[in-house]
């Protein structure tokens, strides 16, 4: 009941502030939501050994996103290298503390959190709210397949060294879902895609969701916890919430500027 609750709440929050207010309201919550989800973020890397400066990183990350809220030519690059970063890390074995690898995935976090934040504001600012919720469709559809695809067909393991749980009938689950959430969401959205393009599109972002999830997973195994914080009931905290979204945001806004 309390993670239903939370989830409701949430959805209302950025529903509200996306769709009924001004955009300099969307960038407000956008700068809440780095400031919280690096404050975790550095708390991970510490208790996995590895010293974050976190108001230095806490101040980076709001820099990035205001910066590439209003003017973000520069994001796609910035971008696809932190995304490549993350998903290589995912798999690595366990890292050791002297790993200077570990080191900069440690301190990558406002690149991690602030770009992809920052890219998602400035696509509400040119183009609507109707992309933001878009995407919102496609995560938490995947999101929801993997889970319950997961528990009632789930068999293999994705990924059991970073995060047991997860399987590949779920994460099968999760694309599908994604592919079909684009396909219908996306005649809504006005974008001009053929079924097949933007079912592709959708799997493609949901695959990308997973890796995200699977990079947290992986930070917060060597951090030796559960959960990234406890600020939400039943969730988790906000990078627990996020970490599909940051790896999927460069793919969509790349293919969306094209069009």
Not at 167 to 176: D, N, P, Q, R, S
Not at 182 to 193: A, C, I, N, R, T
């Amino acid at each position: 009941m309390r993670r239903a609750i939370s989830a409701l709440a949430i959805l209302a929050v950025v529903v509200g502030t996306v769709w009924w207010l001004p955009p300099w309201a969307t960038f407000v919550l956008a700068e809440i939501i780095v400031l919280l989800a690096l404050s975790e973020y550095a708390r991970l890397a510490e208790r996995a050994g590895i010293f974050v400066p976190t108001g230095i990183v806490v101040a980076a990350g709001l820099v990035i996103c205001a910066s590439v809220s209003w003017d973000y030519a520069v994001a796609p690059v910035l971008m696809a290298a932190t995304v490549a970063m993350g998903a290589a890390a995912v798999g690595r074995g366990r890292v050791q503390r002297s790993d200077g690898w570990f080191h900069t995935v440690g301190l990558f976090g406002p690149l991690y959190v602030g770009l992809p934040i920052g890219t998602l504001v400035a696509i509400h600012v040119r183009r609507g709210p109707e992309l933001v919720f878009l995407l919102l469709a496609v995560i938490v559809a995947s999101d929801i397949a993997q889970f319950y695809g997961g528990r009632m067909i789930g068999r293999r393991p994705l990924a059991p060294a970073t995060s047991p749980k997860k399987t590949v009938e779920g994460a099968i689950c999760g694309i599908v879902a994604g592919a079909a959430a684009m396909v219908v969401v996306g005649q809504w959205s006005g974008l001009d895609f053929h079924p097949l393009q933007a079912g592709a599109f959708g799997a493609a972002l949901a695959g990308l969701g997973i890796i995200g999830d699977l990079f947290e997973s992986k930070l917060k195994r060597e951090a030796g916890v559960k959960d990234a914080s406890g600020l939400i009931p039943g969730h988790g905290g906000i990078l627990d919430r996020l970490d599909s979204w940051l790896f999927a945001i460069p793919l969509f806004d790349v293919v969306i500027k094209g069009m």
